[in-house]
């Protein structure tokens, strides 16, 4: 902060830049953010990569949902940045990597007259409209499980040590249900 200061018997105006003491030598905090593992670091780069490629793939074949489905995976890699506090597990930055690549190639790869969301094998449920092995019911349900992991690590389980570790559970997963 720059602060008029008046010295000396002809008061002339001297600026100061007045340094708190708390920002002096200031000592990281548990709020801190941990710098990125070299596996993060490498997801970060594949999901980015997936993203760049998945967009410019949207955009040339004409999906009308391109623009929400690349939208939606950097929103939350945003939201996954800022809730980061600690390193992830590997295996969790991998896998969140994967599942931005299964959410975009879903809606935006084409598979005959529709989206490889609908493609399926194996027989086909008239009841249920849909086959029994269908890229859909894959794919959902692996963002679900990858999400509800990254919702345990990143949000519940710094609070795991209380007595509400069952309601932590069902805050992870419903959390995760949402967004998978």
Not at 103 to 130: D, F, H, R, W
Not at 135 to 158: Q, T
Request: with cysteine; charged share 10%; aromatic share 8%.
């Amino acid at each position: 902060m720059i602060r008029p200061t008046y010295k000396g018997p002809d008061m002339t105006l001297n600026k100061q830049i007045s340094r708190s003491p708390t920002r002096r030598g200031r000592e990281p905090t548990c709020s801190s953010r941990a710098g990125l593992s070299r596996v993060e670091r490498g997801s970060v780069q594949v999901a980015a990569a997936a993203v760049a490629s998945f967009g410019v793939y949207g955009f040339a074949t004409g999906s009308p949902s391109t623009v929400g489905y690349v939208s939606s995976v950097i929103a939350i890699g945003a939201t996954i940045g800022w809730l980061r506090q600690a390193v992830l597990p590997g295996l969790l930055a991998a896998g969140l990597a994967i599942a931005a690549i299964a959410t975009l190639a879903g809606e935006l790869i084409n598979v005959g007259q529709n989206v490889l969301y609908n493609a399926g094998i194996g027989p086909y449920s008239k009841t249920l409209a849909t086959h029994f092995l269908q890229y859909d019911h894959l794919a959902h349900g692996y963002v679900s499980f990858v999400a509800a992991f990254a919702c345990w690590v990143m949000l519940a389980a710094p609070h795991a040590g209380t007595d509400h570790r069952r309601q932590l559970v069902f805050v992870a997963v419903g959390a995760a249900l949402g967004l998978g």
